[in-house]
């Protein structure tokens, strides 16, 4: 079909550039270890940090849901589609966050849309992280509200800002809390400080450390001691939780106007019963097998010092997201797909994703990891940065 040469143009472009990638589908369920292309290699780049995938007792709450409520709820939240269960849900998310109340969206990346175009008008203004997640880029495009960037975890560069955006009616600050491409924390209790001065609400998206930072997994705000302080906490139920699905952990208020204004929750339709079961079993899962958190953190400082040893660069990372840096966009991939004939799937990760030059290995290990499928995997860097001359 004819009209899209232009578009294909450009892929021939990405081609010819080495930067044009397949999708890469598993055979096999999500794990420590995945069959890809009938080979079995040592997953390291799921965001499956608990391995709760395939946990029993999400598994088992997913087939009695489906049982008792069926498939699907043929309805948005608004109209038809809330079943006792996307409530009750939500009462438990809230009372394990320690806010007053929680509501769930279809992903986190709507969430942070709805949220952000909803609860800003042309008299507020919106103070982001230059490094925040796409979602939340596009939260902000789809607002009236001024936008004011500030220079990534810079706090000079924040209160620079923020003394600009005096004459706004509501100022949100709005951080990612652990950073996906380069794993360090946001400097929550500066950004508090400076919020508590200049009297602005302080927004942080916890993607990557919902089930990972802070007492059972209760994210950056907890792990800083920060509770009653954040005014609202955005998670996602798609990475360390499991499953799929995002939520706003904040007051009463927001959740009731969110109701009636968060688009994609007016306009989109409610998650599935085996969904919203499963994401109940995995809040559970946190608060009953705590030593799954232990052992992940267990991990990544044997993977994290094992990298290190070998001499690759690693960069800043503070979580389980541990980028190995290595720079040209090409040499990346190449690095990936000579880490997989090694028999570990590491994605190489490259512009725009990240900035041009600074391509790398994002791996991510998780509670399913035994330390022998690690030592494993840090003999396959070793051999394939040998093979490219990296190292
Ligand atoms: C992954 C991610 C999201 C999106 O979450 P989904 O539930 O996958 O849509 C939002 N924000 C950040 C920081 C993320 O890393």
Not at 26 to 52: F, P
Not at 79 to 84: E, K, N, V
Not at 213 to 242: C, E, P, Y
Not at 308 to 328: A, Y
Request: negative net charge.
């Amino acid at each position: 079909m004819k009209g899209f040469e232009y578009l294909q143009q450009e892929l021939d472009q990405m081609k010819a550039n080495g930067t044009f990638r397949e999708l890469i589908p598993l055979e096999s369920k999500q794990g420590s270890r995945v069959t890809i292309k009938g080979k079995e290699v040592i997953q390291l780049s799921s965001n499956n940090y608990l391995g709760l995938t395939d946990h029993p007792r999400l598994k088992e709450a997913a087939l009695q849901a489906i049982e008792r409520y069926g498939a699907g709820t043929g309805s948005v939240r608004t109209i038809a589609g809330t079943l006792t269960m996307h409530e009750q849900f939500e009462h438990k998310l809230a009372k394990f966050k320690h806010t007053e109340a929680a509501l769930v969206f279809q992903s986190g990346f709507t969430t942070n849309q709805g949220v952000l175009s909803s609860m800003l008008t042309d008299q507020d203004v919106v103070i982001s992280d230059e490094l925040n997640h796409a979602s939340i880029i596009d939260g902000i495009r789809l607002t009236k509200a001024g936008r004011k960037i500030y220079k990534h975890v810079d706090m000079q560069s924040l209160e620079e800002r923020l003394r600009e955006s005096e004459s706004y009616r509501t100022k949100l600050i709005v951080t990612d809390g652990v950073f996906s491409m380069d794993g360090n924390i946001a400097p929550l209790p500066e950004i508090v400080e400076l919020a508590e001065r200049y009297g602005a609400l302080v927004m942080v998206d916890d993607a990557h450390a919902s089930g990972v930072l802070g007492d059972n997994g209760r994210g950056t705000v907890n792990h800083f001691g920060l509770d009653g302080r954040v005014h609202i906490q955005v998670g996602t139920l798609s990475k360390a939780i499991g499953v799929l699905g995002g939520y706003v952990a904040t007051t009463q208020t927001l959740k009731d106007y969110l109701i009636h204004k968060g688009r994609p929750f007016l306009f989109s339709t409610s998650h599935p019963p085996a969904v919203t079961a499963a994401c109940e079993a995995a809040i559970d899962v946190l608060l009953e097998e705590p030593e799954l958190i232990d052992k992940l953190w267990d991990n990544t400082k044997f993977f994290k010092q094992g990298l290190e040893q070998l001499g690759f660069d690693i960069g800043i990372s503070k979580t389980p997201i541990t980028p190995v840096m290595i720079g040209d966009e090409s040499l990346t991939h190449r690095f990936s797909d000579e880490l997989f004939k090694e028999g570990v799937f590491a994605q190489g990760i490259v512009y725009p994703t990240v900035q041009k030059g600074q391509g790398r290995v994002r791996t991510i290990v998780t509670a399913e990891h035994s330390q022998e499928a690690l030592q494993e995997a840090l003999h396959a860097f070793e051999k394939a940065a040998k093979t490219l001359n990296i190292l």
